[in-house]
């Protein structure tokens, strides 16, 4: 018979490897089994697709198959919430930037998903820097100009961005916060087709606009006249744009992001894993090229912790001016 002490034990050894056996099939599970699902939060074609295509196909030598599905709708808060709610196993990514993760986490109060409390930063891709433009009828050559032609005539000025809620306005209205004018008057369009069109045909004088290969292009033909970009420093596919503060205005830097994202609570492997796989991507000259070409800025250095205290400090940017103007986006 065996000793009550000994059952005691051998059935203890039991519950203990029943507890541990999860653990150990866990840790011996290859990752990924099966296709990886990339949400991009926007409608195809956009400067999302731009990014977050040719990531999915580079990133297959090291993670498989990944597949694209675009969600868009409500600014991109559709899609960030199918990611929020999915499964946090890996297999489920989101593509998100500035208008899922920033303004509507914080314009929205019919939000279901935050920022920083809802998601995994794995990695950070790209960067949009905005530029201001003006029409080649405002006599301003650079941005003190602009500003100094602009507190001449107070009563006149306007400026057009992709639409209500979008990172274009709060570069706006960031600027009239800096400039202290307030008077200034937002144009809303339903995106930034359409206001580069008033622009060039003189409808509007000013125009906060996301840097594409477009834009470049109208500057250097002189249709339109780029007084400055707004990120920390000079585009390398527009070296010869100055920024704005190196043109005297502390603080006027706005730009969108875009990265990678995956569920809260993903196991720290796989997030590893996959910023790994998202960093070999990044460094690839061919892809980089390719994000050149379309008006992006390509990251050196990124990974979760970077990518997560970039998130953090867009944030802390532009929550106080989501409150200040009273965006609201319900």
Not at 75 to 93: E, F, I
Not at 248 to 256: A, F, P, T, V
Request: proline share 8%; aromatic share 6%; hydrophobic share 45%.
């Amino acid at each position: 018979m065996i000793r009550r002490r000994e059952f005691l034990a051998a059935a203890a050894a039991v519950v203990s490897a029943r507890a541990v056996l999860p653990q150990l099939a866990f840790a011996q599970a290859k990752f990924p089994e099966r296709p990886i699902r990339l949400v991009i939060p926007f409608p195809p074609g956009g400067v999302y697709d731009a990014v977050g295509r040719p990531w999915a196909e580079k990133v297959k030598t090291s993670l498989g198959t990944v597949v694209i599905e675009n969600i868009g709708g409500a600014g991109g808060s559709l899609g960030a919430a199918a990611v929020a709610r999915a499964a946090p196993d890996g297999y489920t990514l989101l593509l998100g930037g500035g208008g899922p993760l920033i303004i509507n986490s914080v314009a929205s109060s019919k939000s279901s998903y935050d920022a920083l409390k809802s998601f995994e930063a794995i990695d950070l891709l790209a960067l949009t820097g905005l530029s201001i433009c003006v029409h080649p009828s405002v006599p301003a050559k650079n941005l003190p100009e602009l500003i100094a032609h602009a507190r001449a005539n107070p009563d006149k000025m306007s400026y057009g961005s992709a639409g209500t809620g979008s990172m274009n306005q709060l570069a706006g209205e960031l600027f009239k916060s800096l400039v202290r004018m307030p008077g200034i008057v937002h144009v809303p369009y339903k995106g930034g087709g359409p206001a580069i069109t008033d622009l060039v045909g003189g409808q509007l004088p000013i125009v906060f606009a996301n840097v594409t290969g477009q834009i470049i292009e109208l500057h250097r033909t002189g249709k339109i006249r780029i007084v400055a970009v707004t990120t920390p420093a000079r585009l390398v596919g527009a070296p010869d744009i100055p920024t704005a503060v190196e043109q005297g205005l502390e603080g006027m830097i706005s730009q969108n992001f875009i990265g990678v994202f995956a569920p809260t609570g993903t196991p720290q492997a796989i997030v590893s894993q996959i910023a790994q796989a998202s960093g070999g991507v990044r460094g690839d000259t061919e892809y980089r090229n390719l994000l050149l070409a379309s008006g992006q800025e390509p990251v050196a250095e990124s990974g979760p912790g970077r990518t997560l205290q970039f998130v953090k400090d867009e944030l802390a940017r532009y929550t106080p001016i989501i409150k200040s103007i009273g965006l609201r986006i319900d």
